[in-house]
């Protein structure tokens, strides 16, 4: 049997090694249209590689998903983070969890798990060529012809997995939707918030630990850190409700209103109630030297600055309009955001080939026998935090099968 791999990225060498374990007797050849392998991989967690998640309730686990979650939950149970930390960890690959439940090999160098894969595809017999351009995929008679760009060279395959990552624009899914896949429209996810008419940029580089967010006239809600950037703002919290409302903001042009609340407390009223028994505590301490829920002091005194509350008014002079005022400020801050930029040099897609064209319990196509995907070409997209990454392993892992 020969089996061909569109793609040189983390969900093709997983497929690939996972082919020729499954049919070592048959031909694996790997294809990359650009002169680099695993690029991504290298580039992923600032160089570290974020390999996937230590959550292991596959519940929690596929909540992490914005496009997939059902599907992805039928099939962690084939393979997910538990298995795919007993895999590398097999192959001599030390692993570390992080507090955020990051999981990074122990060296924190991309190059192990790059290393990893070239090594165990050379020890299987895995032909990789690259610069190999994919142009057109035509079946016939059960097997599949691959045709390439630039040149007149043909490669007939018994099966094919197609695992060519997220495409920015349809137009990339094109020699896929012809063939009769139903195509998700691509749009961006995991993206940070341009703020370009914000003074809080200004306080670039604060982290606050826990914060819940939300885009004013949606659904969309979020928590978690929050960082402030010289555009704008990051962190988990923005993130996630970039992920989630990939379709939504993209929509809206990127320009939208986003609702901070810095404490992490959904009741105004609690907020209040704290702050006015702050208030009756500290009667003769100065705003600028008492702050509310340990907020870092540079936000604390940017919030009473925008609050125009004089940073030496004492806690006792507030009053009830003043902790009014601190207490909305605190649950529901507004920001106006306008355009995203790239999450560090991580693209990731929301869209590609509809779930609905692929059967999930072997990645086969509904519409072509004997073609299969794996990782993000489909309409499968996570969170930050290995997400992504877990999903290449997962789908890539049970389209090797080749069932």
């Keep these: 049997m020969k089996i061909g791999i569109i793609g040189g990225g983390a969900a093709g060498f997983f497929a690939a090694i996972h082919a020729k374990m499954n049919h070592p007797e048959s031909e694996v050849i790997l294809l990359e249209k650009s002169q680099k392998l695993l690029s991504k991989v290298k580039v992923s967690g600032g160089g570290r590689c974020n390999i996937t998640n230590g959550c292991t309730s596959i519940t929690e686990l596929s909540k992490a998903y914005p496009r997939g979650e059902k599907k992805l939950k039928q099939a962690f149970s084939e393979f997910n983070t538990k298995h795919t930390m007993e895999w590398f960890e097999s192959r001599g690959i030390a692993l570390t969890i992080q507090d955020d439940n990051c999981v990074f090999p122990v060296s924190q160098d991309s190059q192990t798990i790059i290393d990893c894969f070239l090594d165990e595809c050379k020890n299987l017999g895995i032909q990789i060529e690259i610069g190999r351009v994919v142009q057109e995929l035509v079946p016939e008679n059960d097997k599949i012809t691959l045709k390439f760009r630039g040149n007149e060279l043909e490669y007939q395959f018994d099966k094919v997995i197609v695992a060519t990552g997220g495409s920015p624009k349809r137009e990339g899914l094109a020699w896929l939707e012809k063939l009769g896949h139903k195509i998700e429209q691509p749009v961006p996810s995991l993206f940070t918030f341009n703020m370009p008419s914000e003074e809080i940029t200004k306080l670039m580089g604060i982290v606050v630990e826990e914060t819940m967010t939300s885009v004013q006239g949606t659904k969309l809600k979020s928590d978690g850190p929050l960082l402030i950037t010289h555009w704008g703002m990051s962190g988990p919290s923005i993130l996630k409700l970039s992920a989630f409302g990939a379709r939504a903001l993209e929509q809206k042009n990127y320009s939208f209103n986003i609702q901070v609340n810095w404490v992490n407390i959904q009741s105004y009223e609690e907020v209040a109630q704290e702050l006015k ?27 009473l600055e925008k609050l125009e509350l004089p940073l030496d008014k004492k806690w006792g002079d507030l009053g009830k309009k003043g902790i009014n005022k601190l207490a909305n400020i605190l649950t529901n801050d507004i920001y106006q955001v306008n355009g995203k930029t790239t999450f560090k040099e991580e693209f990731v897609t929301c869209g590609g080939i509809s779930l609905d064209s692929i059967n999930f319990k072997t990645m086969e196509s509904k519409a072509v026998p004997n073609l299969y995907f794996a990782g993000e070409v489909m309409d499968v997209d996570g969170i930050t935090g290995g997400y992504n990454f877990q999903a290449a392993w997962t789908t890539a892992y049970i389209a090797g099968k080749l069932n």
Excluded: D, T
């Design 277 to 303: 028994s702050l208030s009756e505590k500290n009667l003769n301490k100065q705003l600028q030297n008492f702050r509310a829920y340990l907020l870092p002091e540079r936000l604390w005194l940017y919030l």
